[in-house]
């Protein structure tokens, strides 16, 4: 009979890190006598009141973060930081690392906090769901949205700028959320609100992270701001684009990535270009000029304007 009731319990567990509820053990004919055979034997861990661990299933960094989900019922989700995690966003701690975990239920949802933060939101719908693997989580518009209520504005915005690189999130769909969700006090919207709000403003936005990251740079610097992806014909009659431009000043702004994302071939087509706008000034920044070197990147673009 254990054997059975061992079986049922295994089979559940395999698809969910090796875990099972105990209202999952009672729909499959498990008696909660015959859980606790199981736990006295060794056989099962319990992790929580109502959360059973089978001791033989590999420790994974996610299944301390479904135990709290199953802990917390089946409204709850891994949100903010462990979300952010979850999703493998840039600048954010991985899963091994990120301690406490943190879930969010619905407000109406009587549940009380254990080993993990307990967050409450009156605001989840279908499209903040997700699952990442066997785990729900908030989605990853609803993470970069929630992430400003617990990590700086640049971690935020290094956050987007990865999910948007990565074609993980659809600025469209994540403009569209943080307005249905934008209200005072409501908790993290003010800081992606306010990312988005800066870059709608500029004409045409940056492509890469690189430039972002340079765009964050001028502003911190109080610098005039430049227009992004400036568009202009060359002496042999072909359209090219700066990457930075202030056209009255006729001062283009190139940034050469670092080993992994610019070529020679790729540089010489750079410097061809720029030889073929001779009315044009030009000012060259490496990625380790503008990660390192802001003071310089900012002082040089000063000097030159």
């Known amino acids: 009979m254990r054997v059975s009731c061992f079986g049922k319990i295994a089979a559940v567990a395999a698809r969910s890190l090796g ?24 056989i099962l861990e319990q992790c929580s009141r ?93 993470t970069l949205i929630d992430l400003g209520a617990v990590v700086s504005r640049e971690q935020v915005e290094e956050a987007l700028d990865g999910a948007e690189r990565d074609g993980k999130v659809d600025r469209r769909i994540l403009t569209r959320r ?9 908790s993290g919207v003010g ?23 340079f765009t964050r740079l001028v502003h911190r610097h109080r610098l005039p701001v430049p227009v992004a992806q400036h568009r202009v014909v060359r002496t042999d009659g072909k359209v090219a684009y700066l990457d930075f431009a202030y056209p009255d000043r006729h001062l283009a702004i190139e940034l050469q990535g670092n080993g992994t994302h610019a070529t020679p071939g790729q540089r010489a087509a750079d410097h061809t270009r720029a030889n073929a706008l001779p009315a044009w000034r030009f000012v060259w920044f490496t990625y380790e000029d503008v990660l390192t070197r802001p003071d310089y990147v900012a002082a040089t673009i000063a000097h030159r304007l």
Do not use: K, N
Request: glycine share 6%.
């Open 19 to 42: 875990l099972v509820t105990r209202a999952q053990a009672a729909r499959l004919g498990v008696s909660d006598a015959a859980l606790r055979h199981m736990v006295d034997g060794g």
């Open 50 to 142: 109502h959360v059973f661990r089978v001791t033989a299933a590999p420790r994974t960094p996610g299944q301390p973060v479904l135990a709290a989900c199953l802990a917390a019922g089946p409204d709850a989700l891994a949100a903010r930081r462990t979300a952010a995690a979850l999703h493998r966003f840039d600048g954010c701690a991985p899963l091994e690392r990120v301690t406490p975990i943190e879930i969010v239920v619905p407000a109406t949802c009587r549940v009380r906090a254990a080993d993990y933060v307990l967050h409450r939101s009156d605001t989840l719908e279908a499209i903040d769901r997700c699952w990442v693997g066997p785990i729900p989580a908030t989605s990853r518009v609803r």
């Open 191 to 213: 800081t992606i609100a306010a990312i988005l709000d800066r870059r709608a403003a500029i004409a045409a936005l940056p492509r890469s992270v690189l430039e972002r990251r």
């Open 178 to 186: 943080v307005a249905a969700l934008r209200a005072p006090g409501r």
